[in-house]
């Protein structure tokens, strides 16, 4: 049996979702215009790819929460919620001849919320050839810097000029094989070794918080337990490095990992 998997574009209007969508449609199914709110209904297409199905489903563009009282607005947001549970992969459309709004924080927050994988595909570099290489460090500083629990490679392109309909199924093939992986707990615990190693937690009260065993209890989103004494009083900074550290030793890309920290004197149990 062929496996699936949901993917759905998301991003504000006018940033080139429909575009995105025809070119790994490989034709022009969805309507691709200026004016904003031209796709209200969810359009979508299966694709196979390898040996994979790959349900492709292009969004309207969502508004900021201020600005979407409108009825077209409001059944547009409705669709994309309703698909967005439904997805494994979102594909998070940016424009890269703009800054990041407020809309799109909102949007990627909503995406992470949800603990979905993403794929950060900034847009219109054609737009930006001058100022590219500058565009590509102000957006790998922002997501860096404000979403710990997460370790993206935003991908630069331009729907309309240079990117191939190869290319875009090859990087949602990479991360639903990515997905499937179990990390050993023996990995896990050598990532954990060289985290302690580097930064141990701070004391709290004259004693200092345990971190003694790591190990990956889920994969779809990915969850990790981590077992130790006096946990509760982990500072908000430290457990931010610690997911941080866990994301960049073990390469997880484009994937949120939720760490639990569990007071357990023995872990093993």
Do not use: W
Request: charged share 25%; aromatic share 10%.
């Amino acid at each position: 049996m062929i496996a699936c998997l949901n993917v759905c574009i998301i991003g504000k209007p006018n940033v080139g979702k429909s575009t995105i969508f025809n070119k790994i449609a490989g034709s022009n199914i969805s309507k691709v215009s200026e004016i904003s709110g031209t796709t209200i209904y969810p359009i979508e297409l299966s694709e196979e790819f390898k040996d994979v199905k790959i349900n492709l489903i292009d969004l309207g563009g969502l508004k900021k929460k201020s600005k979407s009282h409108g009825k077209t607005q409001k059944l547009i947001t409705s669709e994309t919620l309703k698909k967005l549970k439904l997805s494994d992969v979102v594909l998070f459309i940016l424009d890269g001849s703009d800054e990041i709004t407020k809309n799109d924080k909102q949007l990627f927050r909503l995406i992470l919320n949800k603990l979905k994988n993403i794929i950060v595909i900034v847009n219109k570099t054609d737009l930006i050839k001058e100022n590219l290489k500058k565009k590509e460090k102000y957006f790998k500083y922002f997501f860096e810097k404000n979403f710990p629990n997460i370790l993206l490679k935003p991908i630069f392109i331009s729907a309309l000029k240079n990117v191939k309909r190869e290319f875009l199924l090859t990087k949602l093939y990479d991360i639903y094989n990515s997905s499937k992986k179990l990390i050993k707990n023996k990995d896990a615990n050598n990532v954990l070794k060289f985290i302690l190693s580097k930064h141990q937690p701070v004391f709290n009260k004259k004693s200092r918080p345990t971190i003694k065993f790591l190990r990956q209890v889920n994969s779809k989103p990915i969850i990790f337990k981590a077992f130790g004494n006096k946990l509760t009083s982990l500072s908000k900074d430290y457990k931010n490095y610690f997911v941080k550290q866990v994301l960049y030793q073990l390469k997880i890309y484009n994937q949120i990992i939720v760490i639990k920290f569990i007071n357990n004197k023995n872990p093993y149990n």
